[in-house]
């Protein structure tokens, strides 16, 4: 089992920087994948941005420029710096820790933690 635990939202100006957090515990694999999800109001969750254990990022399209996936894996925690905030980037962002194994992944989610961006 893995927990996950977010920090970091809030509420920003348009124009604004966030930084979210999210630290990992349990018995955690050496190869990993960890990544950030978000979800609007009415709109189904989708990917962010993820980083692998070894440090190569995946990036959606619309996170493109504004986004910064960085992971720090002594802390088990992986980072998600949003720059130039819109409020189209208001959504619940959660966490994802997919555990990789030989056989198959394992994914778990955290809570959620909202960021609400003001025009």
């Known amino acids: 089992q893995v927990q996950l635990v977010e920090s970091g939202g809030g509420l920003v100006q348009a124009g604004g920087s966030l930084r979210l957090s999210c630290v990992a515990s349990?018995?955690?694999?050496?190869?990993?994948?960890m990544g950030w999800y978000r979800q609007a109001p009415g709109k189904q969750r989708e990917l962010v941005a993820s980083i692998t254990s070894g440090g190569s990022t995946n990036y959606a399209d619309s996170a493109k420029g504004r986004f910064t996936i960085s992971r720090d894996n002594a802390k088990n925690t992986v980072y998600l710096q949003i720059d130039s905030l819109k409020p189209e980037d208001t959504a619940v962002y959660y966490c994802n820790f997919k555990q990789i194994t030989v056989v198959r992944s394992y994914d778990y989610w955290g809570q959620g933690t909202q960021v609400t961006v003001s025009s």
């Open positions: 349990g018995s955690i694999s050496s190869r990993n994948v």
